[in-house]
């Protein structure tokens, strides 16, 4: 068992004092605080020197942890002394005690509410780790050491922050006066080698049909949207979408900080930049589209389009550059549609409504809807076509929809799986002219969705 663990436990209050339950040990606790804020008050300055590569100032910091821990007369065993050391080195080197989290490949997602609760998401399920920072000024030092790594930074004027970790984990934190109860830190990990196509069907978000016709959208230059609530996956299923395109194109993405990983030769990377603390320098998203279309892009990926930058992308899809792919937050297809109405609307120009629908009508091909489901899974559960107009309302086609017949398994996981409704998209001629056959198999149901082939996809 690590210090942290231990120290967690000696400091947590028991359920049932007296009768069994953990009691405080402040010795380690009030250790483990003393010698890291002695070390942070010695070393000041160094902690941050540039000239210093990482094995020289790892050297410092344990040198100067020996120095200190020669000086308490605390009764430690070998054993933790040398753990007490890697603790406190990890403290003021790394990330603290959320290094650890950040190597454990089961973890997901990491929730620090405050210096002494930190949560954890496994397999889609939030559950509280044993991990505890010192105190708030040790916490807002983790938050300050992860911002300033990507040119961002974090204070009063400026109490939120989004930024990511080198390998792409996408961070956000809040502080003081804005977070009541110490400052806050989300943690969305990311893996260091990014999922594939055959990653999502092991895990059940999709199967190899829908698979092998995603793909076919994306080499035959379809535009697609991909949306979903928070933490559905959106941006993973964006990252594998995106692996589909052709090695020859020229790929431009844009995001808010930088989380695709694309290893196309020919992908540059664009990343939008806060204003400075005069409040000036902002480079939004919507500046690096219309920037990019001068670029001479194939394709353009928005990492998620939250705002004004909506009718850019639009106008992309709609002037040449077709088969542009991005991201939006919304429940349902049909919801997509009207979140798209009104992010093109905060573009601040006075268009008809009719005048965005025939835009989005003529732009989008391909709606693909994520759900993190009960079970904690995230799953694709409709492929839409976005097939016109009828009048003023835009028309949808279920082409697969998740079987949520199928019921559940005695662990309550969902047992169904995304399935064709048996109708051909409109757009299946056009993937035909790009040389691109997809059988009858890919659309056959096989009567898992009861029905399907009958239900239109909904109109508005």
């Avoid at 942070?40 to 590569?53: A, F, H, Q, T, W």
């Avoid at 080195?89 to 190597?103: F, H, N, Q, S, W």
């Avoid at 997602?109 to 991990?131: Q, T, Y």
């Avoid at 990377?269 to 320098?281: Q, Y």
């Amino acid at each position: 068992m690590s210090l942290y663990q231990r120290i967690h436990e000696a400091q947590a209050i028991p359920d049932d004092a007296g009768q069994g339950g953990q009691q405080r040990d402040p010795i380690i606790a009030e250790l483990r605080q003393k010698v890291h804020h002695q070390l942070i008050d010695e070393l000041g300055p160094v902690l941050y020197d540039k000239r210093l590569s990482e094995e020289e100032l790892r050297r410092k910091v344990h040198d100067q942890l020996q120095s200190a821990l020669a000086q308490e007369r605390a009764p430690l065993s070998a054993a933790d002394k040398a753990q007490l050391i890697q603790d406190v080195a990890d403290d003021i080197l790394g990330y603290g005690p959320i290094d650890r989290l950040l190597k454990d490949e089961t973890v997901t997602e990491i929730m620090v509410n405050g210096p002494h609760k930190v949560f954890v998401e496994r397999s889609g399920r939030i559950e509280l780790d044993v991990a505890t920072f010192v105190d708030d000024t040790h916490l807002r030092r983790i938050i300050d050491k992860i911002v300033s790594q990507v040119g961002r930074r974090i204070d009063e004027a400026t109490p939120m922050v989004d930024a990511r970790l080198p390998d792409g984990s996408r961070v956000n934190a809040v502080i003081h006066p804005l977070s009541i109860g110490g400052p806050f830190l989300t943690i969305r990990k990311f893996a260091e080698d990014p999922f594939e196509v055959d990653d999502l069907i092991r895990f059940g978000t999709l199967d190899a049909r829908s698979a092998r016709f995603l793909q076919a959208c994306v080499v035959g230059r379809l535009n697609i949207v991909v949306a979903g609530g928070t933490g559905t996956g959106k941006t993973t299923t964006l990252n594998v979408l995106s692996s589909f395109i052709p090695e020859e194109e020229r790929i431009i993405t844009i995001e808010d900080a930088k989380e695709l990983q694309l290893h196309q030769e020919h992908a540059l990377a664009l990343e939008a930049r806060p204003p400075n603390i005069e409040g000036r320098g902002a480079v939004t998203i919507r500046d690096l589209v219309k920037n990019a279309l001068r670029m001479r892009p194939d394709r353009v990926v928005v990492g998620e389009c939250r705002s004004g930058e909506a009718l850019d992308m639009l106008q992309a899809m709609n002037t040449g550059h077709d088969g542009s792919l991005t991201t939006l937050h919304s429940n349902t297809p049909r919801d997509t549609l009207s979140r798209l109405e009104t992010l093109v609307l905060m573009a601040g120009y006075d268009l008809p409504v009719r005048a965005i629908r025939e835009q989005m009508a003529s732009a989008l091909d391909v709606i693909v809807q994520l759900t993190r489901l009960r079970d904690g899974t995230r799953r694709i559960t409709h492929i839409s076509e976005v097939q016109g107009m009828e009048g003023d309302v835009i028309t949808l086609q279920d082409i697969y929809l998740f079987d949520y017949s199928a019921g559940l398994d005695e662990n309550g996981r969902y047992l169904g799986t995304l399935q064709p409704t048996g109708i051909r998209p409109k757009f299946a001629e056009k993937l035909e002219h790009a040389g691109i056959r997809l059988g009858p198999e890919v659309f056959a149901p096989d009567g898992g969705v009861k029905g399907a082939a009958q239900r239109p996809g909904g109109r508005r």
